[in-house]
């Protein structure tokens, strides 16, 4: 079903009001989000306001790309005059004077905003609990984690609350979440998406990227988001096609990656969803090649050697000063260890300590120089791999959405839920997923990953999967 | 044996800051009006690409210190430490730009790009964040100075050197100096944070005398940092262990490598203007004026413009006068040329003294009021009329008439009183000459 497709068909021929369609999405929203607190704050006002706007844009043929297709912004990136929180508690007052590149594109491009979503506490987390204001809860099955870190995007856009969100993904914040609530997550290219508005976690890993019901939210979306910001230094001149080639993927000729390595600590169903799908492009006349791999055990080390280091660099301006929570103290030293101390949650912590530890001037050379090396033996060992293939095919998670609160004590058992999305982030390459199968009612996401740049052919082949393929069935 | 080293921060006079489009100007506005999402480290803010002039510019004192311009691309690093004027908690500071530079026998270790946070008030507890990523550069020297007036010398000169590079954000500023010093015996200590070079002297003066006397009783001098207390004129110890400081440095991921390319270095080479030795030299040569005297004004920069333009004007002979009257009242006051306004003013001054118009003790005088008062116009005085210059010898006779008698009874003595007061009475308004020839012509017919 071509939802976002259809709709902005719809919308564009006058069919549906935008404004109509934002009050839909928000009668959505007043029914599920007290159940699963996928947002943070909401912008009703502002929401309505714009899509009166949008009304009379579209009527003279000024729809934009979005033609009022309802947003909810994950709540790491900024938006001038409204609360940007990071879930976290240090920021729980925070308006920002300042719009993010690509909130400002969607706003240009008259995408609606309904609210800013719901997340781990500074994007620190796969399941979605680490949020201040309480756990985001699976759409399709409210006692199970949404998947993390941008676990409110993933439950808004499965729950039908919002059309599209914005999230972003440092090491599986875009692909865990949208794996968990069954819907369409991409992480594009490093550079290929302005961060300038988004919070940093890992500034060399970080990258904005949409979550959407299907391949072609995801298409639509990538056409604004991307480009070239001269307040990010880090993106690239360089324009891909995603709209415009969504129908061109011809599995003739795609040689399609895979290795036992991926599926190695795997759930049951996960495997036979993932072979499933591998199969249905094999029968497409895809070749499957069997690829030499690191065991992506192995990778999560350097990932987070690479990350804490980036992450307490990020994090040491959050002192109570300027703004933030501030706590009392007689001076200075007090003031902002006591801030940073009551401001932040217990992962956020563990992160910027170990962080810290790193980057020590007497550990550099044992832990971050190393980390920065094998970081290097890595994408030349994933660049020998897509040398012989166009894709790698993955499951996104290894496990099934699990119950809220199983992990949450147990760092490194949850830190086994990103093994097979951080490569994509230590790489820079893109990654997409999208439902490939259900366990029940449980969503199992698969993953695709290229080379870099490999982005719309990522998203045609979901589109491809979507129209031709059918998701495996316990 | 003493041996002291700098850290000179200069900042540099880019339109806009480092890493964004705020004015620099922090001076000129009110406090936290130039600022931004970057330059305020707003959650989300990223820096824009490191500006080009500032680069430009550190490039230009580095060629004109002799430097090697480092030829891999430029990094920045974050050094992580906790203030308030430091609105992300680190400082980006890139690698070296340039090293192996020299100036006045001085070894230059190296030159790098960084920002200048914002400006904290202790006392207030207010932070203005105008200032906050200025671009700064920090040229380092090898502890090559032996002496606290060389010292002197090395920092006058290179404040010329960047007055003549024309890249000094506010001359009146100037730069910012750490001093590191030590003498035999002791460890280095480093004082921080000087804000003028008379204060470094004083400084380094003072860091001396405390060395030798700890040293002298037995006492061992620690290798710390301290502070500078311009009020007090004392340094007071910051911390006891300068090791203790680990500030973490991660390259920036947020800035892609800068590379310098070669062509803009040679381009920036070709343009560097004259330097002040080098004018020094051309003003030996071409004007024939002691080498002393040409190096004082090539020390400021605008005083040696101006000397040109006397010497155009009215000869080496009185420009070098001129010049050397101004140089002796300009050292008086602590200033540079640069920092007087309306400098019309002096040329006016030279013509009328130059063209007889005012006399030796009434320039003077006009050169000091010029220099103190920005609204004094040197004119002319009005000349005495030989009729009027009579009345006045005749008063002065009947005023005197001891004097008179003294000098018909044939004292000479008599007569240079009767001059005194003749020049006294007529003083700027009267050629003194002419004024003692007509006295001496009522002496006789009366
Ligand atoms: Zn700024």
Redo the contacts between chains.
């Keep these: 079903m071509p939802m976002i497709e259809e709709l902005v068909g719809r919308m564009r021929n006058g069919e549906l009001l935008p404004s109509e369609h934002l009050e839909e999405k928000i009668s959505v929203l007043e029914e599920r989000d007290h159940e699963l607190n996928a947002f943070i704050t909401k912008t009703l006002e502002l929401a309505r306001e714009q899509a009166k706007r949008v009304d009379r844009l579209v009527r003279d043929g000024k729809g934009g790309k979005f033609y009022g297709l309802v947003w909810g912004i994950k709540d ?3 938006l001038k005059g409204v609360p ?1 929180t ?1 879930a976290s508690k240090m ?1 729980e007052n ?1 308006v ?3 719009t ?1 590149t690509a909130v400002e594109r969607i706003i240009d491009n008259n995408g609606v905003i309904l609210g800013k979503l719901n997340m781990d506490e500074f994007a620190c987390g796969s399941s979605g609990e680490t949020s201040y204001f309480g756990p985001t809860r699976n759409a399709h099955d409210p006692e199970r984690v949404a998947g993390g870190s941008s676990s409110g995007a993933g439950a808004a856009v499965a729950a039908g609350m919002v059309d599209l969100a914005l999230a972003s993904d440092t090491g599986g914040s875009i692909r865990n979440p949208a794996s968990f609530n069954g819907v369409v997550g991409l992480k594009p290219s490093y550079g290929m998406v302005s ?6 976690l ?3 890993l970080d990258v904005p990227g949409p979550i959407a019901p299907d391949a072609y939210g995801v298409a639509l979306a990538m056409d604004v988001l991307q480009g070239y910001d ?5 993106t690239v001149r360089r324009r891909l096609e995603f709209v415009a080639t969504i129908d061109a993927f011809n599995p003739d000729g795609i040689k399609i990656g895979f290795s036992d390595v991926l599926l190695a600590g795997a759930d049951g169903p996960v495997r036979r969803a993932v072979i499933h799908t591998l199969k249905f492009f094999e029968k497409k006349g895809a070749e499957v090649v069997d690829v030499d791999l690191p065991d992506v055990r192995k990778v999560l080390p350097v990932y987070y050697l690479v990350v804490y ?2 992450f ?2 990020a994090m ?4 109570g ?3 933030g929570h501030r706590a009392g103290g007689s001076t ?2 007090e003031l ?1 260890s006591r801030s940073r101390g009551e401001g932040f949650g217990k992962e956020v912590k563990r992160r910027i300590i170990l962080g ?1 530890y790193v ?4 550990n550099a050379g044992k832990w ?1 120089t190393l980390a920065l090396k094998a970081r290097k033996a890595l994408q030349e060992m994933f660049n020998r791999a897509f040398q012989q293939v166009d894709v790698i095919l993955s499951p996104t998670v290894p496990n099934l959405p699990f119950p809220i609160g199983e992990r949450i004590d147990d760092p490194v058992k949850m830190y086994m839920s990103d093994v097979l999305t951080v490569p994509a982030n230590l790489l820079g390459v893109p990654a997409v997923t999208f439902p490939g199968g259900w366990e029940g009612r449980l969503p199992i996401g698969v993953q695709l990953m290229g080379p870099r740049y490999s982005d719309p052919l990522l998203v045609s082949a979901v589109r491809f999967f979507e129209k031709e393929g059918r998701p495996w069935c316990a | 044996m003493v041996r002291i080293g700098f850290e000179i921060h200069v900042q540099l006079g880019t339109e806009s800051k480092l890493f964004c489009p705020c004015s620099t100007r922090f001076l000129d506005a009110e406090p936290n009006t130039n600022v931004c999402p970057v330059c305020t480290a707003q959650p989300g803010s990223k820096p824009d690409g490191i500006n080009e002039d500032a680069v430009e510019k550190a490039l230009k004192v580095a060629l004109a210190l002799g430097c090697d311009v480092v030829e891999k691309p430029l990094r920045f690093l974050r050094k992580h430490y906790f203030y308030p004027d430091l609105p992300n908690n680190y400082q980006r500071t890139s690698e070296p730009l340039a090293v192996n530079g020299e100036l006045a026998g001085v070894r230059i270790r190296e030159i790098h790009i960084e920002e200048d946070p914002g400006r904290y008030e202790l006392r207030e507890g207010l932070v203005d964040y105008n200032r906050s990523g200025v671009p700064l550069i920090e040229i380092v020297t090898e502890p090559d100075l032996r002496s606290v007036e060389d010292a002197r010398d090395f920092l006058r000169h290179l404040r010329a050197v960047l007055d003549y590079l024309d890249v000094l954000l506010y001359p009146q500023i100037g730069f910012r100096v750490d001093a590191n010093i030590s003498i035999e015996g002791g460890e280095r200590v480093e004082v921080k944070n000087i804000n003028s070079i008379q204060s470094v002297v004083k400084a380094l003066k003072y860091e001396i005398v405390r060395h030798k006397r700890v040293l002298s009783t037995g006492g061992r001098v620690a290798r710390e940092t301290r502070h500078w207390d311009e009020a007090r004129g004392i340094t007071v110890s910051l911390r006891e262990k300068e090791s203790v400081d680990d500030y973490r440095y991660i390259v920036d991921p947020d800035i892609p490598p800068y590379r310098i390319d070669a062509e803009s270095v040679e381009r920036i080479r070709s343009a560097l203007p004259e330097l002040p030795h080098q004018k020094k030299e051309r003003f030996v040569r071409e004007y024939g004026i002691d080498g002393s005297a040409a190096w004082t004004f090539a020390l400021d920069k605008e005083l040696a413009t101006f000397f040109e333009k006397l010497v155009a004007k009215h000869g080496v002979k009185n420009a070098l006068s001129f010049c050397l009257n101004l140089r002796g009242e300009l050292n008086y006051r602590n200033i540079y040329f640069a920092d007087v306004q309306g400098k019309d003013r002096f040329y006016k001054l030279a013509d009328l003294y130059f063209t007889g118009r005012i006399t030796k003790p009434v320039y003077i005088e006009y050169l000091r009021k010029t220099l103190d008062d920005p609204d004094f116009v040197p004119g002319a005085q009005e000349q005495l009329s030989d009729e009027a210059i009579r009345e006045i010898a005749l008063e002065v006779l009947k005023a005197n008439p001891k004097a008179v008698e003294d000098y018909r009874a044939g004292e000479k003595k008599a007569l240079n009183f009767l001059v005194g007061q003749m020049v006294s009475k007529t003083k700027g308004r009267a050629d003194p000459k002419k004024a003692i020839r007509i006295l001496q012509e009522v002496l006789r017919a009366s």
Excluded at chain 1, 195 to 200: E, F, I, K
Excluded at chain 1, 230 to 234: G, I, L, S
Excluded at chain 1, 316 to 319: H, M, N, P, S
Aim: proline fraction near 9%; glycine fraction near 2%; charge should be negative.
């Design positions: 790491n990136f900024a940007m990071c920021l925070y920002p004077p300042y993010a961060r300038y508005g988004l919070a940093d890992a500034m060399s001269p307040r990010d230094r880090t280091p980036e307490a660099s040491q301006k959050y002192d000063i300027l703004y200075l030293q902002v810290t980057s020590l001037a007497e971050y």
